[in-house]
Antibody, heavy 119, light 107 residues
Framework: QVQLQESGPGLVKPSETLSLTCTVS????????WSWIRQPPGKGLEWIGY???????NYNPSLKSRVTISVDTSKNHVSLKLSSVSAADTAVYYC?????????????WGQGTLVTVSS | DIQMTQSPSSLSASVGDRVTITCRAS??????MNWYQQKPGKAPKLLIY???SLQSGVPSRFSGSGSGTDFTLTISNLQPEDFATYYC?????????FGGGTKVEIK
């Protein structure tokens, strides 16, 4: 059974860069798409972007100028960087795997990690 | 972006009830509709994909229907473990977009 685990700093200062890693176990990163999604406290879900194992990406236009998603197949890692953060970026950040048959369907999720933006 | 409008935003129901949640897309998405369940402090869990296909391991009391712009998630015989927030999500075009959520509470 594939498992995803997000990790990274829980506190980031305004204007700095948020960096998170998703470690995939129980399966390979290869041949799948992988997404990052976030959820501000008490609010709904917002898709940030996705990456194919080969490295091609697609980002939410609303965040595109600040987002970089990368993949390291040797470590089974998917990484997220979000630059110039503000309090509005405080959220639980999830990584998720895409279904191979329904490409924008998220069939496995990590448990999520809360990132707070504050000085 | 395709906008997803979910209703109601919350509802109260009793164990054993039949519950219906609706989601409307701002344009036709064929059958590219997914439904997720989220419990407090947990990640969303895929329930229904392709508008009506049940994800492996999901109880058969959950069902989905619809096509085009209007979709429904139905929970028949509501169980205590079903009290949660439910989200629709279109998988027709990137960016994948979610509805605002429906919180199902105990009456």
């Amino acid at each position: 059974q594939v498992q995803l685990q997000e990790s990274g700093p829980g506190l980031v200062k305004p204007s700095e860069t948020l960096s998170l890693t998703c470690t995939v176990s129980g399966g390979s990163i290869s041949t799948y798409y992988w997404s990052w999604i976030r959820q501000p406290p008490g609010k709904g879900l917002e898709w940030i972007g996705y990456i194919y194992y080969s490295g091609s990406t697609n980002y939410n236009p609303s965040l595109k100028s600040r987002v970089t998603i990368s993949v390291d197949t040797s470590k089974n890692h998917v990484s997220l960087k979000l630059s110039s953060v503000s309090a509005a970026d405080t959220a639980v950040y999830y990584c998720a795997r895409h279904s191979q048959l329904w490409l924008l369907t998220l069939d496995y999720w990590g448990q999520g990690t809360l990132v707070t933006v504050s000085s | 972006d395709i906008q997803m409008t979910q209703s109601p935003s919350s509802l109260s129901a009793s164990v054993g009830d039949r519950v219906t949640i609706t989601c409307r897309a701002s344009q036709s998405i064929s059958n590219y509709m997914n439904w997720y369940q989220q419990k407090p402090g947990k990640a969303p869990k895929l329930l229904i994909y392709g508008a009506s296909s049940l994800q492996s391991g999901v109880p058969s009391r959950f069902s989905g229907s619809g096509s085009g712009t209007d979709f429904t998630l139905t929970i028949s015989n509501l169980q205590p473990e079903d009290f949660a927030t439910y989200y629709c999500q279109q998988s027709y075009n990137p960016p994948p977009t979610f509805g605002g959520g429906t919180k199902v509470e105990i009456k």
